[in-house]
């Protein structure tokens, strides 16, 4: 693989590439064939962040160049980057139509504006955020940092609401209960549930190693978390009772998805296996052994095809009933990040390779679950939605 650094090729060539790669799936109308890539964009480094799309169907993604980018989804065009003082692990949550916020290894959490990449605010923290941020129905953000506090601020302003102290390091992801109750994990081996309009205790859950692995919420009232000890956990959400865990022989960072029959995918990390669990009693349905390890959370599609990535570089599309694997992308690079699935079936990926991709399948959009991919949906608010009367 060419390093873009060394790269002797002329910029206007480079972006010539790209939009050229962009050009056949769209010049004839007719939808490329699964597996296609419709864009690709090399960034200065790997990337651990998770896509997120937002207005306009731009395409928001962080990199370890220590910078957040901005493409068009349709032709992979990049329309800013922002740079920040690290690395940028986090993946962005887009805040309605103007603003998208996320944080860097810096110790900041930033919000840009969308549509220039210009900086509206910056709220600094004593450790670097790993953790993504989840955005509240009243437009609270909140995010972990690893200085050990979980912050929910103003979405609009960057104020700090409040802040909760956990003894650990919080670089899982928060996710909210229709209730407005945020769930998370700490290094600290806590599982936490806090009232996200005061920053109170609801309850917690030591689960016996450290949680790196972010939070699911199920239709039916259960919330799901993995471990490092193996175990992924269902808990019921307003008591904080364990109803089930699950002991898959390997270290659980992965977070998870849940089908609409309430089925939860997810990965583990030594054994390297994407996991089809009950979300009922916790039994394993089915698990497809990758050549690596899997951080990458599933990303559910209305048709029924589970696509996940592997540190052995490879996508996979997965058959949710059986486990068989229907097809499969390989990347340059290992991919540690979570795929996205916008509502046209393009499904858009990073990897360490630096790579962005968009790539076609053969899923009409995302399942009409309650939880379809990483960060509830593809604006990653990570927010349970209430189902309309």
């Known amino acids: 693989m060419m390093n873009s650094k060394n790269n002797f090729f ?40 998770s896509p997120a799309i937002g207005p306009n169907e731009n395409v928001y993604v962080g990199s370890m160049d220590h910078k957040l980018y901005a493409f068009s989804g349709k032709t ?43 900086k509206r605010w910056q709220f600094r923290t004593g450790g670097g955020i790993y953790s993504s941020p989840a955005l509240g129905s009243d437009g609270t953000v909140f995010f972990g940092s690893q200085d050990n506090k979980l912050y929910a601020l103003n979405g609009e302003t960057g104020k700090k609401r409040w802040q909760f102290a956990a003894r650990g390091t919080i670089d899982s992801s928060p996710a909210i209960s229709a209730d407005g109750t945020v769930y998370f994990g700490s290094y600290d081996k806590h599982f936490y549930a806090v009232n996200g309009a005061t920053g109170k205790l609801k309850w917690a859950s030591d ?16 919330v799901y978390i993995g471990s490092h000890n193996g175990k992924v956990y269902a808990f019921d959400a307003k008591s904080g009772r364990q109803h089930w865990h699950c002991e898959t022989s390997s270290p659980v960072a992965s977070s998870f998805s849940v089908d609409v029959d309430g089925t939860v995918f997810g990965g583990s990390l030594v054994n390297g296996k994407i996991l089809a669990i009950s979300g009922a009693n916790g039994k394993i349905r089915w698990q497809l052994k990758t050549a690596n390890r899997v951080n990458s959370t599933p990303a559910i599609g209305a048709d029924g095809t589970i696509y996940a990535g592997s540190w052995d570089g490879h996508l996979y599309a997965i058959d949710s009933m059986t486990g068989q694997m229907i097809w499969k992308f390989k990347a340059e690079g290992s991919i540690y990040p979570s795929p996205v699935l916008a509502n046209d079936g393009t499904l858009y990926l990073a990897s360490w390779d630096k790579k962005v991709y968009a790539i076609a399948t053969d899923s009409p959009g995302p399942a009409k679950s309650s939880w379809p991919m990483r960060g509830q949906n593809a604006q990653h608010t990570s927010r349970i939605q209430l189902k309309s009367k």
Request: net charge negative; hydrophobic share 40%.
């Open 10 to 49: 002329p910029n206007w060539l480079i972006v010539l590439t790209v939009v050229l790669i962009a050009v056949p799936s769209l010049a004839d109308g007719t939808k490329p064939k699964r597996g296609t890539v419709l864009w690709q964009y090399e960034t200065g480094d790997q990337i651990k962040s």
């Open 76 to 118: 992979g065009e990049k329309l800013w980057e922002f740079r920040t003082g690290d690395e940028v692990n986090s993946s962005p949550t887009i805040i309605g139509k103007k603003l998208v916020c996320f944080g860097s290894l810096d110790g900041s959490f930033y919000a840009v504006d969308a549509k220039t990449g210009l």
């Open 207 to 222: 689960i016996g190693d450290l949680v790196y692995s972010s939070p699911a919420i199920g239709a039916d009232g259960k």
